[in-house]
């Protein structure tokens, strides 16, 4: 039999509720006994396998039996030297990965559309920061990745380099020549650290990309349940290489991971490790039929572009709805939601759609949703897309103020437009995706601010940014 049709710890979990154990041990609902009534009927089920370190069942911090068998599976279908299970989301693998390679004052590469977990990693690390501008794809009206040439530009200005920290697809699932930069690091003997949260069913192999673990990078970490069929917050976490410490590794992860981690979050990463193992031919043939089909009455509507990847290379997964109207992307997303569709994401332009991972013949809802869409864009006017400023690419920076030093100095509050030449005292991030437009320590340009301007007044969210509601941005009095 193959192995990879086990499911250790969710099998271990089924054989202790068979028992029918009488709980006096944490958690306080007793296996489900005990909950708030008006909710006991949703949560019974789960509630039975949301346990502890029970005989039997393992010890997520110290695996020596289902749960290490669980992880040793997934590190088998990955191809890679060691998988970890994370229960605290992709944000604790970011966060492990980045603490296991590198010291106070350390040099690491950055690629700036990076997730805030990258940088709250480097700000605990006490690293200094050198910050890779992505290239912008002018259509898609976003940031991609980073090329190789500027990497080696980068490694020229910073040969002292610990590691290098790339984000691998980005949020609308483009990609770009990672293997190139991989090799070009790898020549340099620097590590790198690539953050495929999006991207862990890659490893399925065409039509998706490429994986960041068969391009060699050293360290990657998987949100598991982005796409996935796994709980919220569960991830996995990948070593690659002997360029990485194992024992740093585990050690952060002991640190940074909750002591009573969820038993059924881990389940969960084990079915969806299971699910993607017995994925076939035929389910992909059958998925990537419904999304054709999909796409295909999407582009009769005239008031929105399916956009395509360039090269046609990009996840197969990810749908970017484009605005060919005078309605933002956040207005079309607000239409599509009063019409019970709930996207992933948008931005002044787009929105995005995550599809679900098909297998054959599973109902994938795509008819009905193309016609609700239809309907409430019929009477939506065609009109063409204004051009907007374009973001520059192909810049390297530091932090104005590292980070060490940043409690050193007050903070006031501007006007927005005032803020341009000063070093901003927030991290400002449209939320989703989580990637900030502003760091604190960094100069603000105008720029900068044109793009948060631009963003304010298509409706975007923010996290941080305390005072943009009265159109004032923290900066740091430097003089």
């Known amino acids: 039999m193959n192995k990879q049709n086990r499911i250790p710890l969710y099998e271990a979990l089924v054989n202790h509720t068979k028992m029918n154990p009488m709980s006096f041990h944490v958690p306080g609902h007793k296996s489900g006994t005990i909950f708030h009534q008006q909710a006991k009927d949703i949560f019974q089920k789960i509630l039975r396998i949301d346990v502890t370190e029970l005989s039997g069942l393992d010890d997520l911090h110290s695996p020596v039996g289902v749960i290490k068998e669980a992880q040793e599976l997934l590190a088998d279908l990955y191809q890679a030297k060691e998988s970890f299970f994370l229960i605290n989301g992709s944000t604790v693998g970011n966060l492990a990965m980045i603490l296991s390679v590198c010291e106070k004052d350390d040099v690491i590469l950055v690629q700036r559309n990076c997730h805030k977990s990258v940088l709250n990693a480097l700000k605990l690390a006490k690293a200094r920061p050198v910050f890779i501008e992505p290239d912008y794809h002018q259509e898609w009206k976003t940031a991609t990745g980073v090329s190789k040439d500027i990497v080696e530009r980068a490694i020229s200005l910073y040969p002292e380099a610990k590691a290098i920290v790339l984000t691998y697809p980005n949020y609308y699932g483009m990609v770009y020549d ?91 990463l084990d079915l969806a490790r299971n699910y993607l193992a017995t994925y076939q031919r035929n389910d992909i043939e059958y998925l990537l039929k419904e999304i054709s089909r999909f796409k295909k009455e999407l582009s009769t509507i005239q008031s929105i572009k399916v956009l395509e990847y360039p090269d046609s290379h990009g996840d197969k997964l990810k749908i970017t709805i484009q605005s060919r109207s005078k309605l933002t992307g956040f207005e079309l997303q607000k239409r599509f939601e009063e019409i019970g569709i709930y996207t992933e994401l948008a931005d002044p332009y787009n929105v995005l759609l995550i599809l679900p991972l098909l297998k054959e013949n599973q109902d994938s809802m795509l008819v009905e949703t193309s016609r609700k869409i239809k309907e409430v864009l019929a009477e939506v006017p065609q009109h063409s897309i204004e051009e907007e400023y374009k973001i520059s690419s192909g810049k390297i920076s530091e932090l104005a103020i590292p980070y060490e030093k940043l409690l050193s100095y007050e903070k006031k509050a501007v006007p927005i437009l005032q803020a341009i030449g000063n070093v901003c005292a927030e991290t400002i991030i449209p939320y989703p995706p989580g990637i900030p437009i502003l760091l604190i320590g960094e100069l603000i340009t105008e720029e900068k601010i044109n793009h948060l301007d631009q963003l304010m007044n298509a409706g975007a969210r923010f996290q941080g940014g305390s005072y943009l509601d009265k159109n004032l941005i923290n900066i740091f009095r430097t003089s």
């Open 178 to 268: 990672l293997k190139s930069v991989i090799d070009l690091a790898h020549h340099h003997n620097i590590p790198v650290l690539v953050d495929e949260a999006h991207g862990p069913h890659f490893i399925i192999g065409e039509p998706f990309p490429t994986s960041a673990i068969k391009l060699g990078a050293d360290m990657v970490v998987h949100s598991a349940h982005k796409t996935l069929p796994a709980m919220t917050m569960g991830s996995y976490l990948h070593i690659n290489s002997n360029r990485i410490s194992s024992d740093k590794v585990k050690e952060y992860l002991q640190m940074l991971q909750s002591s009573s981690p969820s038993y059924v979050i881990m389940a969960s």
